[in-house]
């Protein structure tokens, strides 16, 4: 038993009492009588009150430790963090203990499961854990322990509830196995909790900036300081002059142009519906190489919908719509189907729609989702009101075991006729209750070849990834005529394929991540481009077999990660950062969160994302399309191109500065300005001529750039040159106008006015 639960003890008075602790791994493996003891639980009465306070002691309460947010002080305190900042301010106090006080320096600021369950008893009880595992369809659950060989993953435990999970249908009584923190939401959540975002490449190069421009002028400035010394100046003149080399070096305005560029970059994403939570991750976007994205409500609607339909006589319709609705169509030939005017697809239909417990409202599903995906379908070919016309006598209800549903109805208007059974579910079991199939309205005689053709046929739609679903009916479940096959998946969001054609095409490498099976994400990843004979899909299994190097060596060619638990997406993210990529992580589940907090960019869906989600991540779709992202990868490359305008404008005017004073001091002129004045010129020069620059509007074919390389300083070869033939016509010049002042006027003024 030890060997199972995790005993701890807490001190109680002269006694110690044992707390088991017990995983859901553990739990799912053991029958319910032993998880029952090992936490010392009643099956009918559960716990005493004195018994869960004395738990809650010890194990807390069922919630998270979340962390306080940082205060005011030091938010205003991290922002002296900047290089460029600090380098100003060590300026001023030099100035303040030399008593130059003429300096300026100016600063601007259903019912959802919480807890983890074992089951004791379940009836037909079916769970929505898509934002947990990523998986589509709703698990079945049932009270069997289950073989510890075939338990690695969530998905295969099906005698557990997982907190954050949402029953579909069906009812319970279980065991609390885990709370808050000792659950299997509360492990990604500290896992979110213990993952570092990493800097922005704007702030490494920012960093990178600010380092070169302290080490190049103190070096200027201390060779300066030696030639004035050793020509026998004064050390304090020296020195003073040092601090005003200092000032004129320091492009002060670089951090707030940068910070209202980036402002305003959000403020033209919050019209794109992007909510960006953090400044720099606007300009991160535009360096962005790889996007690792969830299937199951990012790529796709979740909402599972037919797509495909095969009569037992051999006839293919295709489906058009999306989602639980009426607006669609049933195509056969070029034909469009309505009704009852081909009775062979009519019957597929109306046994779907009467073999039933789902129900659409107002567009909204309150049942399974291949349920209803069965009755948009019947609304579709104007059938849906047939479920009206039947009595129901009888219900079969599905089970993970049986895989199939039954009911036995009469009609309304026929009472005097014998019941009818409706079946649907695995085509395997389907088909071994039949005898019979429909052809064009006539029941024939089930043959092998029959048998042989709609087994290739259920195949053939398996490999393209759809779920696959057979019907059948007749008077009892030994007797009946088998109607057909229905294809159906969860589709691929409008304008999706369009987006990532056009961010593959600029650079932009998209990787699905999903706990979906290999069949299914394939399919998906092919209809959207994602996935071509050159491309690779390896199992989350795959990935525990390699460590982070050698999953660095084949991520690049991989294009599907299926069967991908959340340690999974966090190696996946690891092992691509550690080939240099920027990875942006999409995601709206709470598997996604510890993923989206790791990546360089963390994206979370607005409309289906869970807190957890949205808490992690860096900036939020507001309406979960998938296409804003390459507006905000589009918005990045254009606010980038902005900066480095306004760094080239900025830099030539300080540089100018800089040679200005450094010239009249080798020449052994009077200082051409002091620091005030020099202060004054970069405001006037360098804010309000150097912001415009910085708001300029984004170029429109500048999403068809690829992205920079984040290893690029901002300070390229070509914008250095371009730099220094600015500042020399601006040194020129205003030597210049110095010397000739200075030689009409009989020599030279030192510089005091303002």
């Known amino acids: 038993m030890v060997e199972v639960a995790r005993l701890q003890k807490i001190p109680d008075g002269d006694n110690e009492t ?37 738990r809650r002691a010890f194990h807390g309460w069922n919630e998270f430790d979340i962390s306080e947010d940082e205060p005011l002080w030091k938010k205003y305190i991290s922002q002296f963090k900047n290089p460029l900042i600090m380098l100003l301010l060590a300026s001023a106090v030099i100035s303040v203990v030399m008593h130059q006080f003429d300096d300026a320096v100016s600063i601007t600021v259903a019912i959802v499961i919480v807890v983890t369950v074992a089951f004791v008893q379940a009836v037909d009880l079916s769970i929505d854990e898509s934002s947990l595992t990523g998986e589509t369809a709703p698990c079945s659950k049932s009270t069997a322990p289950q073989p510890a060989a075939t338990n690695g993953d969530l998905t295969s435990r099906s005698n557990i509830a997982f907190m954050g999970t949402l029953v579909r249908c069906g009812k319970a009584k279980g065991i609390v196995i885990g709370t808050g923190e000792n659950s299997e939401f509360g492990e990604v959540f500290k896992m979110m909790q213990a993952e ?42 020296m020195f003073t002059i040092g601090v005003s080399l200092a000032v004129a070096a320091i492009p002060e305005g670089l951090p707030i142009v940068v910070t209202v560029t980036l402002a ?28 690792c994205s969830d299937k199951t409500g990012t790529l796709t609607k979740n909402e599972m919908t037919v797509t495909h339909i095969f009569t037992s006589d051999g006839q293919h319709a295709e489906v058009t719509g999306v989602g639980y609705n009426r607006f669609g169509e049933v195509m056969l030939d070029g034909e469009v189907i309505h ?6 697809i009519s019957k597929i239909v109306e046994a779907g729609c009467v073999c039933n417990d789902a129900l ?49 109805c009469i009609h309304r208007t026929q009472q005097d006729k014998p019941e009818v059974c409706f079946m649907k579910g695995a085509y395997e079991q389907v088909i071994r209750y039949c005898t019979s199939y429909n052809c064009k309205g006539q029941s024939l005689p089930l043959v092998q070849q029959q048998r042989e053709q709609y087994q290739q046929e259920k195949m053939s739609m398996g490999s393209a990834g759809l779920r696959v679903l ?5 008077p009892e479940l030994g007797q009946l005529t088998f109607l057909g096959l229905v294809g159906i998946i969860d589709p691929p969001r409008t304008g999706v394929k369009e987006a990532v054609t056009t961010l593959i095409s600029s650079g ?11 069949e299914t994400a394939v399919a998906i990843a092919s209809r959207l481009g994602l996935y071509s004979k050159n491309s690779q899909a390896i199992s989350g299994e795959e990935i525990d077999d390699l460590d982070i190097q050698q999953l660095s060596q084949i991520t690049p060619k991989v294009a599907v990660f299926y069967r991908a638990s959340p340690r999974h997406k966090l190696k996946i993210i690891k092992s691509l950062q550690n080939n240099g990529a920027v990875v942006a992580m999409t995601g709206d589940g709470v598997n996604d969160a510890v993923a989206l907090k790791a990546a360089d960019i963390g994206v979370a869906m607005g409309q289906t994302g869970t807190d957890v989600c949205k808490e992690a991540a860096d900036m939020i779709l507001v309406d979960d ?32 500065a800089l040679t200005l004073i450094s010239l009249a001091t080798l020449m052994n002129f009077p200082n051409p300005l002091n620091a005030m004045q020099i202060l004054w010129i970069n405001i006037i020069m360098d804010g309000p001529p150097a912001q415009s620059l910085g708001v300029e509007p984004v170029d429109k074919d500048i999403i068809r750039k690829p992205p920079r390389n984040l290893k690029d300083s901002i300070l390229t070869k070509n914008l250095i040159v371009k730099i220094l033939v600015s500042s020399i016509i601006i040194v020129c010049g205003t030597l210049f106008v110095f010397w000739r002042e200075g030689k009409e006027t009989g020599g030279f003024k030192k510089a005091v006015d303002t």
């Not at 602790?21 to 739990?27: E, F, P, Q, Y």
């Not at 959000?266 to 996007?291: D, Q, S």
């Not at 932009?508 to 290999?518: E, F």
Request: glycine letters at 8%; one cysteine or more.
């Open 508 to 518: 932009v490498a998209i990787k699905m991540v999903t706990g979906d099976s290999q």
């Open 264 to 291: 305003l970059g959000v403020m033209r994403m919050v019209k794109k519906r992007a909510i960006v939570k953090k400044l720099p991750i606007v300009e991160t976007l535009g360096c962005c190489n790889v996007i």
């Open 360 to 408: 659409i409202r107002n567009d909204t599903l309150m049942g399974k989702p291949t349920e209803g995906a069965l009755i948009a379908l019947a609304m579709k070919m104007g059938l849906d009101g047939v479920q009206e016309d039947y009595i129901r006598k009888a219900e079969y209800p599905f089970s993970s075991e049986q895989k199939w549903m039954a009911v036995k």
């Open 18 to 54: 044992m707390i088991p602790v017990l995983s859901s791994k553990k739990a799912s493996e053991l029958p319910v009588d032993e998880v029952a003891s090992i936490l010392q639980a009643n099956l009918q009465n559960g716990l005493k009150n004195c018994e869960v306070c004395h």
């Open 625 to 656: 399309d998938f296409q804003t992202i390459m507006s905000a990868i589009e918005e990045g490359k254009g606010i980038y191109n902005n900066i480095k305008n306004f760094v080239r404008f900025q830099l030539s005017t300080s540089i100018a």
């Open 339 to 344: 009704g009852y005017n081909n009775p062979s």
């Open 470 to 474: 057979a019907l059948a009916s007749g």
């Open 196 to 237: 570092e975002a990493p800097k922005t490449p704007l702030q490494k190069s920012m960093d990178l900036l600010g380092k070169q421009l302290s080490l190049y002028s103190f070096g200027i400035i201390g060779v300066i300081m030696l030639v004035g010394w050793l020509q026998g100046k004064h050390i304090l003149d």
